[in-house]
C-alpha cells in the first residue's frame, strides 16, 4: 500500500510538476517529474490554458491520492507572484474538480522535510531529493526537484519536526536520518 | 448586431459576474448579474472549484464574445490579494478552455470608463451602471455592479479617454456625455 502525492511547484514561465509513491516504511519512489514551460510573449489565458491542461492530465493519467503545492507568499516580484497565484488557483481547481483535497506547504516547510533543515538552498533539496528516491542524479532544473521535494513533504504529513514527533522512531525515520546524514545536509544554527 | 461581455469582480467570499449586451451605438443592455459567494470556512480548492462552476456555467450559458475582469494588484491585504489572483486564473482558464480572449482593467479605466472619472466612489459607479443599463435601481451588492461596469468598459474599447480619441464625436458618444451629465456624475479635478 503506498499513497501517490502529485507536487507542484506553481509558475507561468516553468511549472514544476513531480509524482511519487510513497510507502508505509516512507520510503519515496519516482513516478514522473516534468517542468511545465509557457512562453511569456503568449496571452496570460493561454498561458494558464497550457499549464491546466498539462496538470489535468497528469491528474488523469496518474491519478494521484492528494496534491500539494507550494504556498504563495506576496514576495519583491508582485507580477509574478500574481502569475504564481493564478497557477495555483488553475491547479486547485483542476485538483478539487476531481475530488481531491489540496494541501500547501511552505517553502521552509518542504526543505526541512526533504533536508532536515528549514533554509536549505536548492542544490541540497535537489541532491536529497535524489537520494531519497534513489536517483543517480539531481532533477533538473530546480523547479522539477522543489516539485519532488513539496510531494515529499506532503505524504511525510508536513514539515519534518511534527513528522517526527507524530510518527515516533520507526525503523523508516532511523533509515531516514541514516539516508540524510549519508548524504551530509549540513545543519546549520537557526 | 451586439457584443457580449461577461465582465468579472474576482473574489472568493463574492465574485461578481455580469453579462452586458453592447450594440454598434454603444448602448447597453443586461443580461444578466449575479454574485457567487463561497464561505470562508470552506476548503479553498472547495472554493474556487465552486466559483470556477459558477463562472463556467455562465460562459456555457450566455455564450459572451469576451470576458473581462479587474486587474488584481498587491494591494495591503496580501491574503485576500491572492485569493483574488487564484480566483482570476480559474475564471481566464475557464475562458481560454472556451476559446475566448480574455482583458484586464484597471479599477480606475472601469470607473473612468462608466463615469468619466478614475476615482469614482463604488456609489456612483453603480449609479451610472444602473442609468446606463435602464434600471429601475443600482445593482446591489458592489461587487455586482462593478462587475457590469467592468463588461461596459471592455465592449466600449477600454479606459473612456481612448474610447473618446479613438472614435470621435459619434452620436452614441454625445448620447452618452448627455447620460452621465444627466446622471451628475461628479468631475473633480485630478
Redesign the interface.
Known sequence: MSLRVLGIDPGLTRCGVGIVDVDARRRGRLVHVDVLRTPPDL????R??AI?EGIAALLDEHRPDRVALER???QHN?RS??GV??????A??E???RG???A?HTPSEVKAAVTGYGSADKAQVASMVARILGLTEAPRPADAADALAIALCNAWGGGGASVVSAEGGTPAQRAWRAAEKSAGARRLAP
Open positions: 496571452a496570460i489565458e493561454r494558464l490554458l491546466g504563495v507568499f506576496a508582485v507572484v500574481m497565484a493564478q497557477i495555483s488557483g488553475v486547485m481547481h485538483s478539487a474538480r481531491l483535497a489540496v500547501l
